[in-house]
């Protein structure tokens, strides 16, 4: 049963570099999110999905775009990389939004951006 | 922006001791979340209160969400080395169908 699972786990990016983290969850859970973890300041949530075929903005969601054209993938993009986007990224999913019950979290992916 | 905020931000104890981080947070809220991030690792979650609820447990956990100080506690008791881990508290007062997330607390437990 291996939940939720983030691709890659590390990166080291030059500015301007484009890249694309994945996230797959095996729990056939509706709701997926993506999270950023900065020293200091909890996570912060980029974007979310609600269901196949759906994204929306999060709190943070400037230099970043998400697809979820297979229910189980949602994948994280970043255009044109900045040192700003260096951090820790999660992803999560909720069978109900989180508020019926928790969020399963993957592992994360350590990205800088040099 | 973080809905919850953690107190305190470090905790330092010997193993056998009880551990109690507090959370506070800003607006109304359905349930309080408690989750657990282990050095390099993703979170876990421990455990959810309803805001109709006043105190959990789950084994050697211990909830309590006093809605009217808009405040939650989490105790650990009878420590362990393993708990050393940070814990942040999550609300459902998110817009976007998610939860917010503090900052957390840091917890050291020494043998």
Not at chain 2, 35 to 57: C, F
């Amino acid at each position: 049963n291996a939940g939720v699972t983030q691709t890659p786990k590390f990166r080291v990016l030059k500015t301007g570099q484009s890249m694309t983290l994945l996230c797959a969850q095996d729990m056939n859970h509706e709701y997926m999110y993506w999270y950023r973890q900065d020293p200091g300041m909890g996570l912060r949530l980029i974007h979310y999905s609600v269901g196949e075929g759906t994204t929306a903005k999060g709190e943070v969601p400037d230099g970043y775009n998400v697809s979820r054209l297979k229910k189980q993938n949602f994948l994280l993009g970043l255009e044109s990389a900045a040192p700003s986007q260096t951090s820790v990224y999660f992803c999560a999913s909720s069978s109900t939004g989180g508020r019926a019950n928790g969020y399963t979290f993957g592992s994360g992916t350590r990205l800088t951006v040099v | 922006s973080q809905q919850g905020e953690e107190d305190p931000q470090a905790l330092s104890i010997q193993e056998g001791e009880n551990a109690t981080m507090n959370c506070s947070y800003k607006t109304s809220i359905n349930n309080l979340q408690w989750y657990r991030q282990n050095s390099g690792r993703g979170l876990v979650h421990l455990i959810l209160i309803r805001s109709n609820e006043r105190e959990k447990h789950s084994g050697r956990l211990r909830v309590t969400l006093d809605t009217s100080k808009k405040s939650s506690s989490l105790l650990i008791t009878a420590s362990r080395a393993a708990d050393t881990a940070s814990y942040f508290c999550a609300t459902d007062a998110g817009s976007n169908n998610d939860m917010r997330f503090g900052a957390g607390t840091r917890l050291t437990v020494k043998p």
